[in-house]
């Protein structure tokens, strides 16, 4: 994501400059401003670690997929030893 913003009629001075994004982490600068000058910032937002899907982390869905397998293969296991005839 990229963005050019230009503020005109700045009074002269100093100040700070917070800029945030949604799955980004928010980041403070300052900067001063004198009169009839151009004062450019750059920044440079950070994704979120936590940014994949609903806010959880590539690790937070492996751990959740595995802990389905493990469920399903229990489940499996037992819906078939439940099934097998009694031997006589």
Excluded: C, D, H
């Amino acid at each position: 994501m990229t963005g050019q913003f230009t503020f005109t009629g700045v009074s002269p001075g100093s100040y700070t400059i917070r800029v945030e994004a949604s799955g980004f982490e928010s980041k403070t600068t300052s900067v001063s401003v004198t009169a009839g000058g151009v004062a450019p910032v750059s920044v440079n937002l950070v994704a979120l670690s936590g940014g994949g899907l609903l806010g959880l982390g590539i690790e937070v869905w492996g751990l959740l997929l595995a802990v389905i397998i493990v469920v399903v293969v229990a489940l499996a296991f037992l819906v078939r030893r439940r099934r097998k005839p009694p031997e006589i």
